[in-house]
């Protein structure tokens, strides 16, 4: 079975940087599949906030995030990372890891794995 383990997530003020991580286990290649990363703040539905294409490694990035976020995919170690730069007070949220099998867009009805979750709290 595919398992997808975030961890990184904590509380932090304005302005500072987080690295979440993503251990993705019982997938041994990565054909066609677009690794991401999703948050839902309290209260609204679960967005994209980054994409990688496995096919050409191209990258893929909500509107509130680019240019501050930046997602990386170590197939070796079979782990997926979210660099975020620069927090604000609404880029609080549970961020979750997925794999699916499109990245444009980032919809979520295109990720069939996911993970449980790791909680970024920004405080002003």
């Known amino acids: 079975d595919v398992q997808l383990v975030e961890s990184g997530g904590e509380s932090v003020q304005e302005g500072a940087s987080l690295k979440l991580s993503c251990a993705v286990s019982?997938?041994?290649?990565?054909?066609?599949?677009?690794m991401a990363w999703f948050r839902q703040a309290e209260g609204k539905e679960r967005e994209g906030v980054a994409g990688?294409?496995?096919?050409?490694?191209?990258?893929f990035y909500g509107a509130s995030v680019k240019g501050r976020f930046t997602i990386r995919h170590d197939v070796a170690k079979h782990m997926l990372y979210l660099e975020m730069n620069g927090l604000k007070f609404d880029d609080t949220a549970m961020y979750y890891c997925?794999?699916?099998?499109?990245?444009?867009?980032?919809?979520?009805?295109?990720?069939?794995?996911w993970g449980q979750g790791t909680q970024v709290t920004v405080s002003s």
């Open positions: 997925a794999i699916g099998y499109e990245c444009p867009g980032l919809d979520r009805d295109n990720f069939g794995y």
């Open positions: 019982g997938l041994t290649t990565y054909p066609e599949n677009c």
């Open positions: 990688i294409a496995e096919r050409d490694g191209s990258t």
